[in-house]
């Protein structure tokens, strides 16, 4: 529902890279088809008894969070940088930035967290009860639930998961672990109720949101040697608010709102994901899309970032109320942005040259100058998850002399003649991949100031699924990106080496450490939370000492400019809140058409409304 999504994966996000011109690699529109039932003969599963004395539970009785004011229709245009590389939910290059909006609609959950109290909400299941091994939930399935194409959810699409996920045709290695090691059971007792069993007792709240499972069409996929390939631009039956209607590769893609959803009778579901249309435009170029935006051709824009919200976000259109701003404080975990280092590449090998170039990074200064004081410094990767985060960490300050006491340790004590070190003939020169133009002034402030040090770094710009793409293939030296958080953290797809040396996981510093390993281990195996608090502790501080991540900085609100024809609710947004406008995850904004015809008569006119600036403290974090 918000970017705390109960799925065992997280998504990848771009800190400040908002979005795309209509540029295309192709101009093929993929045909649609309404293919369901690819699938004759769909699989189907024995049940077992349901024990007996269980305590069944809901949520009915946490407030809502959206409007009833809110309006059905219009169609919400928005853009993204480029085009995804497939439209799989799970395998080869499916976690790139655009599973973000695909897998809250396609992979909705059993449970929920409410975005305000954190407590779990109803969605696929209805109600839950917890078994006395602590480490077992059963669900009853809503009835009334359905895939796009009409067929009925039922168990039996639960269960299918579990063997999809786990198949070796899927090619998915973060998910065969998670649907064997972490849950080791799915049990059908009816069409209606499962059983998910995991591997350790938890405590209750952390069952429902580690032992998740989403349910997948299992009339609609054929797991074969070919599947990957197959099912590349298949548009699978989904069970959200929204179907892709239309693509175009390169180019455009379309969502369609279902006129019949069977979600919306549910008390959490009500009033939201309001447009009848939603429509993602590639535009490669931030400042283009500006463009886009200034002319009414993309409804909002995130200006999150201190040069948007300070130069470009004034004038005209603002000071005559066409388009409004609002900056909204969240309390949640915080994204990883950062400098994530390839261990596996021989330089970034030794920890020497790891420590000396997180104290070569003058973040203050890009803090205080680029960046005009908007974001703050990122201490570590686990930061804002309450108790489990470290509160002893800490970001190694920018420090010549420390940098340079680690580099000579390492064997670069000498330096060329334009001041870069040198070993053996090799210049310490490192490369960083990064898939946004609007983040190079930020790299080259850095890559200025780490001269100083003796470091030379070679930015590599890429287009951001090409760049993506590099960095899962573990081919990069230092990758400039952010993982989007959960609401607990989770470790064993970041640095276990299970992960580590093979491509398509998220162990992207190819981290490899028995110790590191141990602690994961045991982290997962804990059933109690003092002792995971402790263990998450303890990870981190090992994090820490290896230094593979360089931890950047952290944005503690969301920042958007929006036309004004874009309604919200009286409290605007909730704690967890991501982006207020992203129309697949809280969705709670809709279209007045009425104001929009107003508006851009308005405009036309050089008629004037009042300006509208919001600023809401209401979750800040002091």
């Known amino acids: 529902m918000q970017k705390l999504m109960l799925l065992p994966a997280l998504l990848l996000i771009a800190c400040g890279q908002e979005s795309p011109d209509a540029t295309s690699d192709s101009a093929d529109e993929i045909v649609l088809l309404e293919e369901t039932h690819l699938v004759e003969n769909p699989p189907t599963y024995e049940s077992e008894p349901l024990p007996a004395g269980l305590v069944w539970v809901t ?19 928005t853009y993204m940088l480029s085009f995804p590389l497939t439209l799989r939910m799970i395998g080869p290059d499916s976690n790139g930035g655009f599973a973000s909006v695909l897998r809250p609609n396609h992979m909705m959950g059993l449970v929920d967290l409410h975005p305000n109290t954190l ?11 917890f078994h006395p091994d602590g480490k077992t939930v059963s669900y009853r399935i809503n009835p009334d639930a359905e895939w796009s194409d009409g067929t009925p959810l ?41 059983s998910i069993t995991g591997a350790t007792a938890k405590p209750e709240n952390e069952l429902l949101y580690e032992y998740s499972i989403w349910p997948t069409p299992r009339h609609f996929h054929k797991l074969d040697a070919n599947w990957v390939q197959d099912y590349n631009w298949r548009v699978e039956p989904n069970l959200g608010p929204y179907q892709v209607s239309r693509v175009e590769k390169g180019r455009f893609i379309e969502f369609t709102r279902k006129d019949d959803w069977w979600g919306d009778g549910l008390r959490y579901m009500q009033h939201r994901f309001n447009p009848s249309t939603v429509r993602y435009t590639v535009i490669r170029d931030m400042n283009v ?17 201190p040069n948007y919200w300070h130069e470009k976000a004034v004038g005209e259109p603002f000071d005559k109320g066409w388009i409004q701003r609002i900056k909204f404080y969240t309390d949640t975990p915080q994204p990883s942005q950062g400098m994530w280092l390839n261990m596996d590449d021989p330089t970034l090998a030794d920890r020497n040259v790891r420590l000396g170039l997180a104290h070569a990074m003058n973040l203050d200064r890009m803090l205080e100058t680029l960046l005009r004081g908007d974001y703050e410094r990122l201490k570590q990767h686990y930061e804002g998850y309450w108790d489990y985060t470290n509160p002893d960490i800490g970001p190694r300050p920018f420090d010549l002399d420390m940098a340079n006491s680690y580099f000579d340790a390492a064997g670069w004590g000498q330096r060329g003649p334009d001041g870069i070190r040198v070993n053996n003939g090799q210049r310490l020169a490192l490369s960083v991949v990064y898939g946004s133009q609007e983040h190079t002034p930020r790299l080259v402030l850095l890559r200025e100031e780490a001269k100083k040090a003796g470091v030379e770094l070679n930015l590599q710009l890429m287009d951001s699924s090409a760049y993506f793409k590099q960095i899962l293939e573990k081919k990069h030296q230092i ?38 390993d141990a602690l994961i281990d045991a982290y997962r195996e804990a059933t109690d939370k003092e002792s995971r608090v402790r263990l998450a502790h303890e990870i981190q501080q090992k994090i820490y000492e290896i230094g593979m991540f360089i931890p950047m900085y952290k944005v503690p609100y969301t920042r958007e400019a929006y036309w004004r024809w874009l309604k919200l609710p009286e409290h605007y947004a909730n704690r967890t809140t991501d982006a207020i406008f992203s129309p697949m995850t809280e969705a709670l904004f809709w279209i007045d058409e009425a104001v929009k015809a107003e508006t851009l008569q308005a405009r036309s006119e050089g008629r004037a409304f009042e300006p509208v600036y919001i600023e809401d403290t209401t979750w800040r974090v002091q």
């Open 59 to 77: 949520n009915s009785a946490d407030p809502v969070f959206a409007s009833p004011n809110a309006k059905r229709g219009g169609t919400f245009s």
């Open 119 to 129: 407590n779990f909400i109803p969605v696929l299941a209805s109600e839950w009860a």
């Open 154 to 194: 039922t168990a039996d699409d639960f269960l299918f998961s579990w063997d999809f996920a786990r198949s070796e045709h899927t090619l998915a290695p973060f998910y065969q672990d998670y649907f064997g090691d972490v849950i080791t059971k799915l049990t059908k007792h009816d069409d209606h109720t499962i």
């Open 289 to 305: 899309a500006w463009e886009y935006f200034l002319r009414g051709e993309i409804d909002a824009f995130a200006v999150i970032m």
């Open 479 to 516: 990758a400039w990106m952010a993982w989007s958080p959960g609401l607990i953290p989770t470790f064993w797809q970041h640095y276990h080496s299970d992960n580590a040396h093979i491509a398509q996981t998220n162990n992207i510093t190819n981290t490899d450490d028995p110790e590191v």
